[in-house]
């Protein structure tokens, strides 16, 4: 049983390129969220859907979109990279909003 | 907004001590949740609570929830080596964040052998 699953777990880009970071779970689970974390500033909320089909914004979305593609899958794409944007990103799932998250191995994303 | 706040921020303790880290929410919560995130890891749940005044126990944590809910604890006692990471409180928001969790900054264990 594996969870919450992401991919890549590591990537280097350069300021002004684009990537889609994969999240897929295999829980049933109707909701999933991306966060961002950042030393000192703990979980920060980028998108989150509530259910398949929705998508919300959170606290940071500014530079990122998201797609719900199906239920077990939501993607972040970042259109043109950021260095500020150098961060570790987990995406999270959970039965329903409000409820307890399990959240993936995440991504470590360096932008130069 | 809704802010989730916890101190201290970081505590180092000599192994075998007790550990508590505390969490204050702005607004009334319906529920907090408690989750350990180990370095270099991924948060990982450990406990939710929804009762004003409750208090669970899993093996050396105890988890209390405030009567206002509007607080949280989270005690260790005697603590291990494998209780090192960091500790985070969250919250549901309210009102338009209301389908959103609200992660307090965390807490830092780190335990001297």
């Known amino acids: 049983n594996a969870g919450v699953t992401q991919t890549p777990k590591f990537q280097v880009l350069k300021t002004g390129q684009s990537m889609t970071l994969q999240c897929a779970q295999d829980m049933n689970h109707n909701s999933m969220y991306w966060y961002r974390q950042d030393p000192g500033m703990g979980l920060r909320l980028i998108y989150y859907s509530a259910s398949e089909g929705t998508t919300d914004k959170g606290e940071v979305p500014n530079g990122y979109n998201v797609s719900r593609l199906n239920k077990r899958e939501f993607s972040l794409r970042l259109e043109s990279a950021a260095p500020s944007q150098t961060s570790v990103y987990f995406c999270a799932s959970s039965i329903r909003t409000n409820q307890p998250q399990h959240f993936g191995d995440g991504t470590r994303l360096s932008i130069l | 907004g809704q802010q989730v706040m916890q101190i201290p921020q970081y505590q180092h303790v000599q192994e075998g001590e007790d550990f508590t880290t505390y969490c204050n929410s702005s607004?009334?919560?319906?529920?907090i949740q408690w989750y350990k995130q180990r370095p270099g890891g991924h948060p990982v749940f450990l406990i939710q609570l929804v009762k004003s005044g409750e208090v669970k126990k899993q093996k050396r944590l105890t988890f209390q929830f405030g009567e206002a809910k509007k607080n949280s604890s989270l005690h260790i006692t005697a603590t291990q080596t494998t209780d090192v990471g960091t500790y985070f409180c969250?919250?549901?928001?309210?009102?338009?964040?209301?389908?959103?969790?609200?992660f307090g900054k965390g807490t830092k264990l780190s335990v001297i052998p």
């Open positions: 969250a919250g549901p928001g309210s009102g338009a964040g209301s389908y959103q969790l609200t």
């Open positions: 607004t009334t919560l319906s529920n």
